[in-house]
């Protein structure tokens, strides 16, 4: 069943067309890892998948009684953020402010158990009430990912979430990850330049490069022409 359909979706960035006319899916319990070079689209794809960017031309439909605001995003962190003065424990429980309402805007106990919960799940218990900012960045991505939890169930949207972390962190994140998507049932949509380890973590390959260049199994992807090209580091494809 496919949780998000975009059907024919065309983007702009300063005027300048940075995503044509692309069609894909992303179904129920996959694990989507979207590439391409630089300057490609693929931030400004995810971005109008969370309907923060109105496409120019194209639709995009939710499906299985998702809503754009239950859906949990990890974008790319910015030194601001690195920096945020708050406990973990804060960081993590504000993830649940998406299905807040003008009308209710405190927080209950049902949030702060999914905090606990969350927090608990991605091993992070023992630094509940450490300050954000004094954590180490493998640490911080673990409780940015426990925070994009606390807004869903069933979708997670990753913008590069491995980046700046050393092997270590980046196989610990990884492995992560996959048992969310494997253990927990929840979809995977992920950002990355690590192309081999899309490959082998992804179900599903969209490479981008702002046109479709390719969308399909991970494996037909590492035997494709365009696959090829690009895990030999030609990125001109």
Known sequence: MALITCEHLTFSYENLIVVKDISFQVNEGDYLCIVGENGSGKTTLMKGMLGLKKP??????????????????????????????????????????????????????????????????LGIKDIKNSCYRDLSGGQQQRVLLARALCATSKLLLL????????????????DLIRK??????????????????????????????????????????????VGQLFLKGDRHV
């Open 159 to 174: 913008d590069e979430p491995v980046t700046g972390l050393d092997p270590i962190g980046m196989n610990e994140l990884y």
């Open 56 to 121: 120019l031309e194209g639709k995009i439909y939710f499906g299985d009684e998702l809503k754009s605001t239950e859906i949990g995003y990890l974008p790319q962190q910015s030194i601001v953020q690195k920096d945020f003065p708050a406990s973990v424990f804060e960081v993590v429980l504000s993830g649940t402010l998406n299905s807040k309402s003008i009308f209710s805007p405190f927080y209950t106990k049902k949030d702060k158990d999914k905090a606990k919960k969350n927090i608990e799940l």
């Open 180 to 225: 969310l998507n494997q253990e927990k049932g929840i979809t995977i949509v992920m950002i990355s330049h690590d192309i081999n380890s899309a490959i082998d973590n992804a179900k599903t390959i969209l490479h981008l490069n702002e046109e479709l260049m390719f969308y399909g199994d991970s494996r037909e992807y590492a035997n494709s022409q």
